[in-house]
């Protein structure tokens, strides 16, 4: 066999196929860099969870969104309504505070804010979460458009994405309540009781 022309067709079939390698790598790549595909992809903190078109962000010294809400203390989180007008921002240096509080009596639910929402009120609460070694969480609970009450648990600012699996059913029962009248009811009916009401 000629070994040129053995060459020639080795090297004709190794170029495309090296071609489409990198070709699928690229788009493995691609695909991989958004972890909730078809899902808003602008930093906010409530990916998945409908708070009537709010949107929670943790925030750099310039605003812009980040993965964490201490930018030396110039940070801090904030909610923008669908219209991406601010509706309330909470400091960096306040937030420590509470995550301060929060650590000193671990386990308990710590307010951290009471303001308004598009739909309502919203509140903001820190705990260290007994059942993960005092790590520090958040919950974020705001009406949507429907007056229903939701609510997110999150932790470093990472976006909360779908829950594998589906989500939890609920009955119903304390549909639509909020703050300390949330915390009574699922009280009241022995249910299981968010991190915020353990205080």
Known sequence: MNTSNHYRIRIKWLIPTFITIVALLIGAFAVSADPFPGLPDDGRVNVVHHFGGDALYCVDRDMNPTDQFSDDNFGGMRLLDIHGQELWFLDADTIE???????????????????????????????????????????????????????????????????????????????????????????????????????
């Open 97 to 199: 505070d509470f995550v301060a509080q929060a650590e000193a009596a671990p386990g308990t639910g710590i307010e951290m804010l009471a303001a308004p929402s598009t739909y309502g009120i919203s509140y903001l609460y820190t705990f260290a979460d007994l059942q993960e070694d005092g790590i520090i969480k958040f919950v974020f609970i705001a009406n949507d458009e429907w007056n229903k009450s939701n609510s997110m648990e999150f932790k470093f600012c990472e976006p909360v994405g779908p829950i594998p699996g589906g989500t939890v059913p609920s009955d119903g029962l304390c549909e639509g309540l909020t703050g300390s009248d949330l915390c009574i009811c699922l009280r009241d009916n022995q249910q299981p009781l968010p991190p915020f009401c353990l205080r």
